[in-house]
């Protein structure tokens, strides 16, 4: 069974980038069809999808973070990497990356999650 493991600072000054490093343990990262998000929960707030990348490269993000956001991978380390620029406190959150499949023109649930990894902005 796949496993997500997030990894990265803790604590990021404001108006620095927020950098974080999902580890997918099986599979090559590019196996079709799968797509693999960032996902975060402020405090108090509920899931806010940021973003993805898909299995041949490609990515997405939320119209409301895309200013701000990269995803991008390593594949000779399978590793989906997110970097978030220009941070405020209200960046703080958990930060969590979900793997989910695409099949003839939708994504289905979520199906493996990582165990997200806290994240503070503050100076």
């Known amino acids: 069974q796949v496993q997500l493991h997030e990894s990265g600072p803790g604590l990021v000054a404001p108006s620095q980038t927020l950098s974080l490093t999902c580890t997918v343990s099986?599979?090559?990262?590019?196996?079709?069809?799968?797509?693999y998000s960032w996902i975060r929960q402020p405090p108090g707030k509920g899931l806010e999808w940021m973003g993805n990348?898909?299995?041949?490269?490609?990515?997405y993000y939320s119209p409301s973070l895309k200013s701000r956001t990269s995803i991008s991978r390593d594949t000779c380390n399978n590793q989906i990497t997110l970097q978030l620029s220009s941070v405020t406190p209200e960046d703080t959150a958990v930060y969590y990356c979900?793997?989910?499949?695409?099949?003839?023109?939708?994504?289905?649930?979520?199906?493996?999650w990582g165990q997200g990894t806290q994240v503070t902005v503050s100076s």
């Open positions: 979900a793997r989910q499949s695409y099949y003839s023109g939708s994504y289905a649930p979520f199906a493996s």
């Open positions: 099986v599979g090559p990262i590019t196996t079709n069809y799968y797509y």
């Open positions: 990348i898909a299995y041949v490269g490609t990515t």
